[in-house]
């Protein structure tokens, strides 16, 4: 069975700090990975999403990377912004699911 | 394009009671599943459908129902609920095969049951 794990679970950082966040996942045969934000009582939107055989993509200030062989995948925050705060969630895929990890509390201090 | 849309948003079911959370995606995605949402435990699938007419189990199946009988919609059923049922339910759709093209989920319901 799929696990996966973020840590930290909850990050509070100055504006204007580059940050990572971690997803580690157990089983290496995905299909994908998807890190999405979800801000609170909100619903989940999705801000990136590499496939099996991508290493990395990026969108604006942010780049996650993918590592299969070893089970993890980082989200580079640039620059961060108090709007950057929300809980951020990573999601494995396989044909006809996705695992989710339980989240990183994000707060950007002003 | 609305996207995924789920209703209703709020709702406060005494034990026993039943209901259906709606969800419908008006981009013709051929995959349409329900999670759940519980502190600490993050996102849990209860239910899934590849296509019209065709359902699966997920990881937390127990006490929900599901059918699939257009593109579109993608109900989820509580037969009797129960105070473990408290939770904020999430429904996603993907084009074929979630694994090629990630997930699009709707703003959730948030369900308690007293």
């Known amino acids: 069975k799929q696990e996966v794990t973020q840590i930290p679970a909850a990050l509070s950082v100055p504006e204007g700090e580059n940050l990572v966040l971690n997803c580690s996942f157990t089983?290496?045969?995905?299909?994908?990975l998807q890190w999405f934000r979800q801000d609170p009582g909100k619903g989940l939107t999705s801000l990136l999403l590499?496939?099996?055989?991508?290493r990395e993509q990026t969108s604006g200030r942010l780049n996650a990377s993918l590592d299969k062989s070893s089970g993890r995948s980082t989200l580079y925050i640039a620059a961060s912004q108090p709007g950057d705060s929300a809980t951020y969630l990573c999601?494995?895929?396989?044909?006809?699911?996705?695992?989710f990890g339980a989240g990183t509390r994000l707060t950007v201090k002003p | 394009n609305a996207g995924v849309t789920q209703t209703p948003k709020f709702q406060v079911l005494k034990t026993g009671q039943s209901m259906t959370l709606q969800c419908a995606q008006d981009?013709?995605?051929?995959?349409m599943s329900w999670y759940r949402q519980d502190p600490g435990m993050g996102l849990r699938l209860i239910h899934y459908?590849?296509?019209?007419?065709?359902?699966d189990q997920g990881e937390v199946p127990n006490g929900y129902n599901v059918s699939r009988s257009t593109t579109e919609d993608f109900p989820l059923r509580l037969l009797s609920a129960a105070p473990s049922q408290t939770s904020v339910y999430f429904c996603?759709?993907?084009?074929?095969?979630?694994?090629?093209?990630?997930?699009?989920f709707g703003s959730g319901t948030r369900l308690t049951v007293v």
């Open positions: 996603a759709s993907s084009r074929r095969g979630v694994g090629n093209y990630g997930y699009t």
């Open positions: 459908s590849v296509g019209a007419g065709i359902t």
């Open positions: 590499i496939q099996s055989s991508q």
């Open positions: 089983d290496s045969a995905i299909y994908n």
């Open positions: 999601a494995v895929g396989n044909n006809n699911d996705m695992r």
């Open positions: 981009m013709n995605h051929e995959y």
